[in-house]
Nanobody, 120 residues
Framework: QVQLVESGGGLVQAGGSLTLSCAAS????????IGWYRQAPGKQRELVAG???????NYADSVKGRFTISRDNAKNTVYLQMNSLKPEDTAVYYC??????????????WGQGTQVTVSS
């Protein structure tokens, strides 16, 4: 069983930066990829970025060029560096433990989420 704990959310002004962390513990067969999702009030949860076990990444079009996903395997932690933040980035951000297929593919394990609020 994999457990995920997100941290690093907060309040930031538009144009600012935040770095989210997703710390993973435990193991599960085939699970070695992580995805970052977000869910704004009244909206569906959406994939922001994913990273496979070998470091191959994918991004939503809305965050390309602004967000960077990375991983530190020694620390079992995946990061989401968010730059040039916009008010529309405001959401609860979740990480998900998934599979390395063509890109990151979601699994069933989720963290508890961390709130990101971007003020205009």
């Amino acid at each position: 069983q994999v457990q995920l704990v997100e941290s690093g959310g907060g309040l930031v002004q538009a144009g600012g930066s935040l770095t989210l962390s997703c710390a993973a513990s435990g193991t599960a067969f085939g699970i070695n990829a992580i995805g970052w999702y977000r869910q704004a009030p009244g909206k569906q949860r959406e994939l922001v970025a994913g990273i496979r076990g070998d470091g191959v990444t994918n991004y939503a079009d809305s965050v390309k060029g602004r967000f960077t996903i990375s991983r530190d395997n020694a620390k079992n932690t995946v990061y989401l560096q968010m730059n040039s933040l916009k008010p529309e980035d405001t959401a609860v951000y979740y990480c998900n433990a998934g599979y390395s297929i063509d890109y990151y593919y979601p699994g069933d394990c989720w963290g508890q989420g961390t709130q990101v609020t971007v003020s205009s």
